[in-house]
């Protein structure tokens, strides 16, 4: 396969078919894995996954024997496990050292998956490869350095910041409705939640810790 430049990856959450649409829309991606039941809205969506993974407890058998009717690469996981089907994706994805890796189908009524999906941003953010979290209304993901988010490009009306560290200390805000200059986020504060860009583009610079964005459309 080519080089891999951008990874969707599609999970079990609640679907997010306009979101997907909306990406396919604006950019090709170089490879797209369904995991467990997002392989439904893959189907909806009528594309083509590379990898189809997980334990398939809450996939229909008739679907899955339309895709391996296709032969397709499909991976199949015990229930019982210690990594949850969004994590095999992940960590698949990596393994093909992709530039950016969208997640879609990471949230919904299960806090806990969504929780963990967060968490598991850590991943790539480590090893130095963009991801985010996309559904209808939120872009979600983790920076452990300096950025900037331009207003023509933003998801959401809405920015938040949260320390996903113990704190994130020296963050200076400028560009942003509401700035800030060499402040601490501390856990436990909703200091950061609900600011606006107001400027073309919104600078966001702090000395160390990690931040979880999150883009807003509501």
Known sequence: MADIKTVLIVSGGKACTEAISLLLSKESFSMIIAADRGLETVDQLKLIPDYI???????????????KAMELPIISYPAQKDMTDTQIAIELAMSHKPDRIIICGATGSRADHMLAN????LHPLRAGIDAC??????KIYLRNKSFSIKKSEQYGKYVSLLPFTDGVS????TGFKYPLNNAELANGSSLGVSNEIEEACGMVSFREGILLVVESRD
């Open 53 to 67: 993974l997980g334990d398939f407890d809450s996939v229909s058998r008739k679907l899955l024997d339309k895709y």
């Open 118 to 121: 967060i968490h598991l941003l």
């Open 133 to 138: 979290i996309i559904d209808n209304n939120n």
């Open 170 to 173: 020296g963050i200076s805000l």
